[in-house]
């Protein structure tokens, strides 16, 4: 699969998957846990510049609708992060959505965001 252009396209796609740190596969387990507590359609988890991890699961209400991946990077910054190292995606997409891939940009242009499957599987990597 090619990898995204520098601008947020509305569906980035993931580049051809690798392996996970350790350190991410613990977002894959977070975000996994988020997504499974509430029946979510995805799971997202971040890890700031500081090593702190948050988590979140899609919102669908009348009056608001967030992606997992927006949920998580507003808890970060709410919490005080400037920065993000790395953000995982659970989803059954085979893309990332662009409003997230945009909020994650927004706070660092470089860090890799992981889109994985509902059983844990790495589908890919966008990294820019």
Request: charged share 20%.
């Amino acid at each position: 699969m090619p990898e995204t252009s520098a601008v947020p396209a509305a569906r980035p796609t993931p580049s051809d998957p690798a392996e996970l740190s350790a350190e991410d596969g613990k977002l894959v387990v977070l975000a996994r846990g988020a997504r499974g507590r509430v029946a979510a359609v995805e799971g997202a988890a971040v890890r700031d510049q500081d090593g702190r991890t948050y988590a979140a699961a899609s919102v669908a209400l009348p009056s608001l609708t967030l992606t997992a991946l927006q949920l998580a990077v507003a808890s970060a910054v709410a919490a005080g992060a400037t920065r993000l190292e790395a953000a995982v995606v659970v989803t059954e997409a085979s893309t990332l959505d662009g409003a997230g891939h945009a909020a994650v940009r927004d706070l660092a242009a470089d860090a890799p965001v992981h889109v994985v499957a509902p059983d844990g599987t790495l589908l890919g990597t966008v990294v820019e």
